[in-house]
């Protein structure tokens, strides 16, 4: 099993529903990130955290929030989907000087 | 501006090849910096930390110049299953923050 696990892997949504991006992890880390790419944009930092009582924005936070649930759970939702959050997510854990992510959900609305 | 500039390619070589990748950072603080590997449609994954002294994993190396703020992968004798997108990443700021630089493309041809 992998140690960073997203779910669902693939979603296809209508625009103005509300979805959510669920992340687990197992290697017992305290900090979780949320990112997006795009194609010729890279990979954006959306939200991180940096233990359960701690929440941050990243750099393209608007139209997106995140729930630490647990250490080993983080999840984004999109309050309202529109078109141009269509992109690759990915969930990411760190202890230190090394990500590691999860294999990524690919997001379509519609 | 950009924390993280990369030229995005496309690379394409020939089997034995030898390519370089380069990528600049605006922040003279940040710490640490690392090449990672993306696979098509994969998650991407640690290839090796970079150090001013250098660093040579095999057929790789990494090298850093703080004074250019500039970071380079070296790749030897090209494999085609070295194929891939390489993303260089800089850790800057207390929070240990990630940045990701957009990703070089190569393909590595029979």
């Known amino acids: 099993d992998a140690d960073v696990t997203q779910t669902p892997r693939n979603r296809i949504t209508k625009t103005g529903k509300r979805i959510m991006l669920e992340c687990s992890q197992t290697?017992?880390?305290?900090?979780m990130y949320w990112y997006r790419q795009d194609p010729g944009l890279g990979l954006r930092l959306i939200y991180y955290?940096?233990?359960?009582?701690?929440?941050n924005k990243g750099e393209i936070s608007d139209g997106y929030s995140v729930s630490r649930q647990a250490q080993a759970k983080f999840s984004l939702s999109l309050e309202s989907a529109i078109p141009n959050q269509t992109a690759l997510y990915f969930c990411?854990?760190?202890?230190?000087?090394?990500?590691?992510f999860g294999q990524g959900t690919r997001l379509t609305v519609v | 501006r950009k924390e993280v500039e990369q030229d995005p390619g496309p690379f394409n070589v020939p089997e034995g090849a030898t390519v370089a990748f380069n990528c600049t950072y605006s922040?003279?603080?940040?710490?640490?910096f690392f090449w990672y590997r993306q696979d098509c449609r994969k998650e991407p994954k640690l290839l090796m930390s970079?150090?001013?002294s250098g660093n040579e994993d095999g057929r790789f190396t990494a090298q850093l110049n703080r004074a250019s703020q500039y970071i380079s992968l070296l790749i030897r004798d090209s494999k085609l299953s070295d194929s891939a997108t390489y993303l260089c990443?800089?850790?800057?700021?207390?929070?240990?923050?990630?940045?990701f630089g957009t990703g070089t493309s190569l393909t590595v041809i029979p």
């Open positions: 990411a854990t760190s202890a230190g000087l090394e990500a590691f």
């Open positions: 290697k017992g880390h305290d900090r």
């Open positions: 970079v150090y001013s």
């Open positions: 922040n003279s603080a940040s710490q640490s």
């Open positions: 955290s940096f233990d359960v009582k701690d929440i």
């Open positions: 990443v800089v850790i800057t700021g207390t929070g240990n923050q990630f940045y």
